[in-house]
């Protein structure tokens, strides 16, 4: 009965009113193999089909009935439907955006994602309060054809978005973990790495591969976003996964905390971030016209990591493409970030760089 149980129906099931025998039933019955008590979540989006789900007990009362069973799903398949998302931007002092993603489409369901939705809310709540360098954008969808249809709605929009959160499954008992966004070495998974080792934190790390959640959308061809997913107990791999078991047994308040404030994190850590690029991008700038290169020529010579000023100002020039952040270059180079910040003060001065 879908009242009791809302995943005992196969979801998009087609309508069906039919007397049938258990052998005829059974091909549209599903149970998990390994725990008696759960119902599966299951689906049929996009083949037309019906069944129900069912734990273990109620297929065995089912299989021992003798006579017809009366099946009725009064369902509508109606192709004048709608698709309901939530979106909110929260401008910020750049109009450059990053992008916070969650799903909405699996009833019932409390870490998958029930967890995201609410954890999405809290996060945005917080980030109203603040007063913030970069814009973000945050959307509650149905996963992949709410992905797909957002996509198509905000196609320029999406385009101009370098990286982001996919928010998935962050509300289990079990260990933290983030999936990496589809090029390693994006700073958004340093980001995150460096946020989890600062709170020393045990964390796993999950590559990036093609199944997941709507990071397969936002990093397509077309957009190529790198998103990055932090979970607790991630989706697949936590027993009650796609079950009637992943309920508010199994999911609370204070698990679901701990994960908003590694989100925190992040956001303070990409708020943090300032990168600049240099005015004139083609050749090396003429230094010496803004007193910042020896008035003798011809006599420099590189000294290995042992940076003098100049050295270490044209590697600075030379990382400043708009791409590399004051902390990355730091680390590039092997110095600390502050003998960057205060080379970037200098050059903003002279004309020679910008934020963007």
């Not at 385009?159 to 928010?167: F, K, P, Q």
């Not at 077309?222 to 936590?238: L, W």
Request: net charge negative; glycine share 8%.
């Amino acid at each position: 009965d879908f009242q009791n149980c809302n995943i005992h129906l196969v979801g998009y099931s087609e309508p069906v009113h039919e007397w049938l025998t258990f052998d005829e039933l059974k091909e549209h019955l599903h149970f998990h193999n390994d725990i008696p008590e759960a119902i599966p979540y299951i689906t049929t989006y996009y083949n037309r089909n019906w069944g129900f789900c069912v734990n273990q007990s109620q297929y065995k009362r089912l299989s021992e009935y003798k006579g017809r069973l009366e099946v009725m799903i009064d369902s509508d398949l109606n192709p004048k439907g709608s698709l309901t998302i939530g979106e909110l931007i929260i401008p910020g002092r750049s109009k450059k955006e990053i992008l916070i993603s969650t799903y909405i489409c699996h009833p019932s369901l409390a870490n998958d994602n029930l967890s995201g939705l609410l954890m999405t809310a809290f996060l945005a709540r917080e980030l109203l309060k603040k007063d913030l360098q970069w814009s973000y954008r945050f959307i509650w969808i149905p996963e992949t054809i709410g992905a797909i249809a957002y996509c198509s709605m905000n196609e320029a929009i999406i385009r101009e978005i370098d990286t982001g959160l996919s928010v998935s499954t962050v509300g289990g008992p079990g260990k933290l973990g983030y999936k990496m966004s589809w090029q390693k070495d994006h700073y958004i998974n340093r980001i995150i790495e460096k946020n989890f080792n600062e709170d020393e934190k045990e964390f796993v790390i999950y590559p990036f591969d093609i199944h997941g959640s709507d990071e397969r959308q936002f990093s397509s061809q077309g957009f190529r976003i790198n998103m990055a997913t932090v979970c607790k107990d991630r989706y697949y791999e936590y027993p009650y996964y796609h079950t009637s078991l992943d309920n508010l047994s199994y999911v609370n308040g204070k698990q679901i905390m701990e994960t908003l404030k590694v989100y925190l994190g992040i956001i303070k850590k990409l708020e943090g971030r300032r990168v600049y690029r240099t005015v004139t991008t083609s050749c090396e700038i003429m230094l010496s016209k803004h007193g910042l290169y020896p008035k003798y020529g011809g006599t420099l010579k590189p000294n290995g990591d042992n940076f003098t000023n100049v050295d270490l100002r044209l590697w600075v020039l030379f990382y400043s493409d708009g791409k590399n952040s004051i902390d990355e270059i730091a680390d590039i180079l092997g110095v600390d970030v502050k003998l960057i910040e205060d080379e970037y003060i200098i050059l903003e001065k002279k004309g020679i760089v910008i934020a963007v």
